[in-house]
T-cell receptor, first 114, second 111 residues
């Protein structure tokens, strides 16, 4: 069983479309994250949720909207996709308390906007 | 966020030890030093972390300078599977962990 699973793994779409990436973790963790890795390979945090509550919200266009239906799921919806949104998006999770600094990452979802 | 400096790339041979350096001269007193790595086409993976004392786990050792302005990740016997980008990340340990990834060191292992 994959600990942090993301779907889809690859996504190719046209500019202006709306798309979603889903993430699920089966580790029983309380906190989930979205990171973006751009073409220069820099990894940046976008959002973090703790028990369905938004904790970290970096400077991200409001076209990006995370949704956490329960603490095991964190989805990322992107409206009006732009060329610059092309990147690999990584979901991650961590527990509260001891081990909070140990993030488990998914394998990534590569988004290509044409 | 503390600024880190790591070599862009390093190369080593299989079954030899590898020492990956990191400078973090602006680290705050409460920041832990974390190391993560990213294997090709995968998400980052936790390696090790420490505050002041040297740390060992099954993956690696972490040697922290006495003034905490630098640290070294030690892979005792590198394998081909250790080829990855290694990131040194000073960070508080808190509920929602905000890890700031720099450029990292790309480690190549020669057979």
């Amino acid at each position: 069983d994959t600990a942090v699973s993301q779907t889809p793994k690859y996504l190719v779409t046209q500019m202006g479309n709306d798309k979603s990436i889903k993430c699920e973790q089966n580790l029983g963790h309380d906190t989930m994250y979205w990171y973006k890795q751009d073409s220069k390979k820099f990894l940046k945090i976008m959002f973090s949720y703790n028990n369905k509550e938004l904790i970290i919200n970096e400077t991200v266009p409001n076209r990006f909207s995370p949704k956490s239906p329960d603490k095991a799921h964190l989805n990322l919806h992107i409206n009006s996709l732009e060329l610059g949104d092309s990147a690999v998006y990584f979901c991650a999770s961590s527990r509260n308390g001891v081990g909070a600094n140990v993030l488990t990452f998914g394998a990534g979802s590569r988004l290509t906007v044409l | 966020d503390a600024k880190t400096t790591q070599p862009n790339s390093m190369e080593s041979n299989e079954e030899e030890p590898v020492h990956l350096p990191c400078n973090h001269s602006t680290i705050s007193g409460t920041d832990y030093i974390h190391w993560y790595r990213q294997l090709p086409s995968q998400g980052p993976e936790y390696v090790i972390h420490g505050l002041t004392s040297n740390v060992n786990n099954r993956m690696a050792s972490l040697a922290i300078a006495e003034d905490r302005k630098s640290s070294t990740l030690i892979l005792h016997r590198a394998t081909l599977r250790d080829a990855a980008v290694y990131y040194c990340i000073p960070s508080l340990i808190q509920g929602a962990q905000k890890l700031v990834f720099g450029q990292g060191t790309r480690l190549t292992i020669n057979p």
